[in-house]
């Protein structure tokens, strides 16, 4: 995020797009309706009637994928009427020409077209988020505009545009100069609760920790000189769903997974399986024996995380330590302890010397310590530091505060640069064969691949089993009633499950969970067209159809 939580509750316009805050960031999804009871806008765009609507001065339904010619459109208005922020356009930004001229191509009526949203619905949320406007109430801030601030998640990033999609929220931020100041920015809403420390740390094809490209060279050799390696590799690595296409491809052998589940969480699971039986040797690090670690030569019993030392990172860059509240059970070891010391017997085997200090560590405070000697974000941390309310990064020395707000006074780069952006349709259209729209995510109940949360007897009784969202239109279609077992086809596979009749969902789209490993989603998600830079599947668009599996088979 490039601002705080808490400053939320103060602004003067939250615009939401793919994300079901309330669901999935429920602590989050408080500040944001204490925002609107103090009289912000909420402005929400999304495929779903999510439970924040309720909130929400207005709601945008897109049709799934077509999202991005809102954002277009709203811009186009935003130009066109002059309510852009010529101030810090000039001061602040490069490239406004080049995304004038790429904006004026798309007008509010094609999105209108496209998207299914009303043309009055875009125009008020363009000037809405243009100025800050607010519903009622002073705002605090006593500058010119209000304060508009963007919050995304996985509905715009689970996409073959998924990159174009955040730089076109970026431009839009700029464009209105609502970046840089508080209770505005461009934030996204991270998923698992240290997902954010993983990056930071480099685990990432990439970069090494802080952010460092692994192509630069001054960068990498002053870290390997720190890890007291003669070198380190210098090519980007392949991504997950990239390694499994490498495995079919023989390209791979063997696989380390560690705290991830693939089977239940990666697209087209019949793809992944057949992966992951051919490889020579599968180890699984888990907690729990999961999906993936049925399938694996190895398993290694890990700690959980209420059973350990260390940091988490969280959503605003805040880094916090985090303490055991319970004794690890049996010969689960802390995930640290396991990596270390599989470094240290194959160095024994491959006959490498060590040095007294390589890859052995007392506690985490020691690990911590050698990542902010190499990642500058992290430099002026320390556990010692950490206590209390931890730090946000950045925070480069012993001194420093740390930072709430980004791009206070310049950006990373010095000016920041709008990006050309041109509209990009979903890889898999619906058709007569598959004519339905299949969207996947979340339900508050439970996590991912259920290994935590479908262990536990209360969440089972919320959330007992599977289900599809279906609108009443579509079940009515083929006959099927709420509750009534249905079968859901893609070109990649199929799912039985129970069906839900539900109006969050518009006739033509229907959501599944990718909780549920009796009606896994992804046997029917597609893994062929990757984001071109992040290389993320389009989990959030199959097209598919339903079936009534009592409905008569008429022959002929
Ligand atoms: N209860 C619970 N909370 C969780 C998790 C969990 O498993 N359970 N997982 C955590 C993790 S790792 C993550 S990444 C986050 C994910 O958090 P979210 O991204 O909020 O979760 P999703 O359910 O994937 O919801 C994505 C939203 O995008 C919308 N959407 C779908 N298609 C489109 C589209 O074409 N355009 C737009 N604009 N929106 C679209 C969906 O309707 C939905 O509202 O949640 C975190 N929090
Ligand atoms: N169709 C569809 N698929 C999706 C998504 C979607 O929206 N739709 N969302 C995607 C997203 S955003 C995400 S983040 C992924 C999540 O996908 P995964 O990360 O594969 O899902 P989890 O169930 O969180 O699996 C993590 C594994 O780690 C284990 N674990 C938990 N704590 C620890 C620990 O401390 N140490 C070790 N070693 N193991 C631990 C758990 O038991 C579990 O087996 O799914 C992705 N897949
Ligand atoms: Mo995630």
Redesign the pocket.
Known sequence: MTNSIHEIRDGDCIFI?????A???PVISYEVVRAAKRGANVII????R?PLVENATLFLQ?K????IYVFLAIMHIIIREGWLDEAFIAERTEGFEELAAIVAEYSPEHASLKSGVPMEQIEEAARIYAFGERVSGQSIYESERGHSAIFY????T??SNGTDMVKTLANLAMLCGQIGKPSTGVNP????AN?QGACDMGGLVNVYPGYQQVTDDEKRNKIAKKWQVDSLPGEVGLTIVEAMHAIGDGRIKAQYVMGENPMMSDPDTTQVEKALRSLDFLLVQDIFPSETALLAHVILPAASSLEKDGTFTNTERRVQLIHPVLPAPGEARDDWQITAEIAARFDEKMGVAREADYWVYDAPAEIFAESTAVAPIYGGMSHERLRGEGLQWPCPDGEHPGTPILHVDKFARGLGKFSPVRANDPAEQTDEEYPLIL??????????SGTMTRRSGPLAWREPRGYVEVNGADAAAIGVADNHAVVIKSRRGSVRTRLKISEEVPPGTI?LAF?WREAPANRLTHDFALDPIAKIPEY??SAVRLENPRAKRVKG
């Open positions: 797009t793919g994300s079901n805050t669901v999935s960031h765009v999304d495929p779903r999510i897109v799934p994928g077509t999202d998640a996985m509905g715009i689970q996409r809403l991270r998923g698992q997902v969207t996947t995510g979340r339900v508050l109940y439970h996590y991912h959501f909780h959030k668009i």
